[in-house]
């Protein structure tokens, strides 16, 4: 897969992408993650999800602020983390 994303600790996930739902909020989806603990060591800490570089088949983004894990999903073949930003 040509996706990754790079979190602020300079954490890669390789086979990982990110869906925006709305201005606040999106979902990573990470095959490079496996198991809930897991997600939560790194998806749990948000001085590592405060900016997260996703590259996406050629399509480079910058997300800042999501900070705030509201769901985590173990899949068969990795998870998908919602999260969204800090309430002001």
């Known amino acids: 897969m040509n996706e990754w994303i790079e979190l602020a600790d ?32 790194i998806f749990g800490d948000p001085e590592k999800t405060n900016r997260i570089h996703s590259y996406q088949f050629g399509d480079e983004e910058d997300w800042t602020g999501f900070t705030e894990p509201t769901a985590i999903l173990e899949e068969d073949d990795g998870v998908a983390v919602s999260l969204r930003k800090e309430a002001d």
Do not use: C, P, W
């Open 10 to 41: 300079g954490t890669r996930l390789n086979n990982t992408y990110i869906v925006k739902l709305d201005e606040d909020h999106l979902t990573v989806h990470s095959k490079d993650v496996h198991g809930f603990r897991e997600a939560v060591r």
